[in-house]
């Protein structure tokens, strides 16, 4: 079973630290099990990507400041093919991250709502996406593009094979580093 990377475990507990939260704490805000976040933070498990976006969102951080050391980006991956790679991050106001998300053929990836205010924009490089929020879901090929308020809970999906699709996250102009 892979482990997390180091950056990612010593992203989580520093983050964690910082925040004043006992791992029982996080875990409770996170909803997820303690002896999951436990395994993470010792460097053991296979984290999920919705579970490290739950992590990030739960600690107030956008989703690279999890992932990346400050001068560089990771990928992540889950069995079954989907990745999400981190393209891009800028550090002025508003803060803007672009990904790569990579979906196998008919995999479906669900999404928890991010804070308050935080929009997607998600642009189909191959293949065919039915990407959104239950109320506005939209089917993309290549070159079409879906926004949406990602405060809400949405999701992705594969339809017609592999999948790529560059997603863009536009969080509110109170952002702040952590």
Not at 21 to 33: K, Q, T
Not at 54 to 74: I, M, Q, R, Y
Not at 89 to 108: D, K, N
């Amino acid at each position: 079973m892979p482990s997390p990377t180091p950056v990612i475990v010593a992203n989580l507990r520093r983050l964690r630290e910082a925040r004043g939260y006992s791992l029982s704490a996080l875990a409770e805000r996170a909803a997820i099990s303690k002896s999951t976040l436990s395994q993470l933070e010792a460097g053991r498990g296979n984290p999920t990507i919705e579970t490290l976006w739950t992590l990030a969102n739960t600690l107030g951080v956008t989703f690279s400041e999890l992932l990346a050391e400050k001068t560089g980006g990771v990928t992540v991956g889950e069995p079954g093919g989907g990745q999400v790679q981190v393209v891009a991050r800028g550090r002025q106001s508003p803060r803007v991250e672009v990904y790569l998300m990579q979906l196998a053929p008919g995999e479906i990836k669900h999404s928890r709502g991010h804070p308050r205010g935080v929009r997607e924009r998600v642009m189909v490089v191959e293949g065919t996406l039915r990407v959104g929020t239950t109320r506005a879901l939209a089917v993309c090929r290549p070159g079409e593009q879906h926004e949406f308020d990602a405060d809400l809970d949405h999701r992705y999906e594969a339809l017609l094979g592999a999948t790529q699709a560059m997603v863009t996250i536009l969080y509110p102009q109170q952002w702040e580093d952590a």
